[in-house]
């Protein structure tokens, strides 16, 4: 079936790294556009970032813009975000989704498919 | 950015109720307007895409409607299976924006 599955996520000291990934399976993983939307607790969803089906573009949230990466792995059927720089504000429940990608005509669909989270919390 | 506006923040309603809720763009955005359903501790779910189609598997007592900046959805004959939080997202332009939420909860 279908499945994103997360991992990566953990507790952190404010200014230290973390690379969270996402295995894909169950459909043409090379296919799809893939993003990163992130629920801070009790907080409602936010966007982070979105990559094109081969990677050639990539768009941020201007709140992870310049500390945040996102790539991919098509040969290995997983995502990446790479988080720098964290804050006590990037402490969220981190999703990856599937692009529903549905034509041509634009650029991002909204999400599908999604993980099922995984946590990042930036704590001293 | 393009924010969205959604309303109420929650509500209360009976089993077999119909509910609606609203989410208005601060331009227009077209059809380009999902749905998802957030259950606690879940992933969230599409359930409409384009404002008013029903995602594959949905039960059709969901429904969507509305163009350009006004847009509702709604829910006819509540389920218990229905408490959940509903979230309306723009998918026009980058940055994706979501609504803040309606928390739908059980009289």
């Known amino acids: ?124 | 950015d393009i924010q969205m506006t959604q309303s109420p923040s929650s509500l209360s309603a009976s089993v077999g109720d119909r509910v609606t809720i609203t989410c208005q763009a601060s331009q227009d955005i077209s059809n380009y307007l999902n749905w998802y359903q957030q259950k606690p501790g879940k992933a969230p779910k599409l359930l409409i895409y384009d404002a008013s189609n029903l995602e594959t598997g949905v039960p059709s007592r969901f429904s969507g409607s509305g163009s350009g900046t006004d847009f509702a959805f709604t829910i006819t004959n509540l389920q218990p299976e229905d408490i959940a939080t509903y979230y309306c997202q723009q998918c026009d332009i980058l940055p994706l924006t979501f609504g803040g939420g309606t928390k739908v909860e059980i009289k």
């Open chain 1, 1 to 124: 079936q279908v499945q994103l599955v997360e991992s990566g996520g953990g507790v952190v000291q404010p200014g230290r790294s973390l690379r969270l990934s996402c295995v894909a399976s169950g459909f043409i993983f090379r296919t799809y556009g893939m993003h990163w939307v992130r629920q801070a607790p009790g907080k409602g969803l936010e966007w982070v970032t979105f990559i094109w089906f081969d990677g050639s573009k990539k768009y941020y949230a201007d709140s992870v813009k310049g500390r945040f990466t996102i790539s991919r792995d098509n040969s290995k059927n997983t995502l990446f975000l790479q988080v720098n720089s964290l804050r006590a504000e990037d402490t969220a429940v981190y999703y990856c989704a599937r692009d529903a990608g549905r034509g041509v005509s634009r650029e991002v669909y909204g999400m599908d498919v999604w993980g099922q989270g995984t946590t990042v919390t930036v704590s001293s």
